[in-house]
């Protein structure tokens, strides 16, 4: 296997964390359970984060039936649900140099 050596903090939700280790598409993926949920998988030597468009998650178990397969099932207080991983999509990034710090984004 792969060893990754540089740490970093990354800032996953405000609320404590389940951490779930699950297959999808022949890769191992860690799941990242709660207010703001995300998928934490590798690339070369680095850790990715994709995340989740669910809302408090608390729970993740991978779910394989004929119905549903490759699937996951996600908890959260108030519901279940039942979904799979899109293809990773890669992100463009173009950077411009500001000149000074950043204070606001502004978008249309």
Do not use: W
Request: net charge positive; proline share 5%; glycine share 6%.
């Amino acid at each position: 296997g792969k060893l990754l050596t540089n740490r970093k903090k990354v800032a996953l939700g405000s609320r404590p964390i389940s951490l779930s280790k699950f297959q999808s598409k022949g890769s191992t993926l860690i799941f990242a359970g709660t207010d703001r949920p995300t998928v934490i998988y590798s690339s070369g030597y680095k850790l990715l984060y994709s995340n989740v468009n669910q809302r408090e998650v608390t729970s993740m178990v991978s779910f394989n039936a004929e119905e549903f397969p490759d699937c996951l099932a996600l908890a959260s207080e108030e519901d279940l649900t039942i979904g799979t991983i899109n293809e990773i999509q890669k992100l463009h990034i173009r950077s411009h140099p500001l000149g000074e710090q950043p204070r606001r984004i502004c978008h249309q």
